[in-house]
């Protein structure tokens, strides 16, 4: 089992930065997949961004240029930096990690907001 906790999240106006941080603990040899998703009311939970083990990332189109994915594999932490925050940003973010067998962790959700 992984447990993550998520911190950073907040209320930032247009054009301001925040940093999110995950960390995980329990089982965490195995993580292969870290990243990000996000989810407004209505609507289903979308990739923000994830970054592989070796280091790879992919990036939702949206945030492509704003948004930097980074790990610290040594402390078991995912950081999402973001950066020109805009209205439409605003969702709850949740930490996701996956193992190397496909089982998948999420996190409680931090809500970020993004005044206009």
């Known amino acids: 089992q992984v447990q993550l906790v998520e911190s950073g999240g907040g209320l930032v106006q247009t054009g301001g930065s925040l940093r999110l941080s995950c960390a995980a603990s329990?089982?965490?040899?195995?993580?292969?997949?870290m990243g990000w998703h996000r989810q407004v009311p209505g609507k289903q939970r979308e990739l923000v961004a994830n970054i592989i083990s070796g280091g790879s990332t992919n990036y939702a189109d949206s945030v492509k240029g704003r948004f930097t994915i980074s790990r610290d594999n040594a402390k078991n932490t995912v950081y999402l930096q973001m950066n020109s925050l805009k209205p439409e940003d605003t969702a709850v973010y949740y930490c996701l990690m996956v193992n190397t067998r496909g089982s998948i962790y999420w996190g409680q959700g931090t809500q970020v907001t993004v005044s206009s």
């Open positions: 329990g089982s965490t040899f195995s993580i292969r997949v």
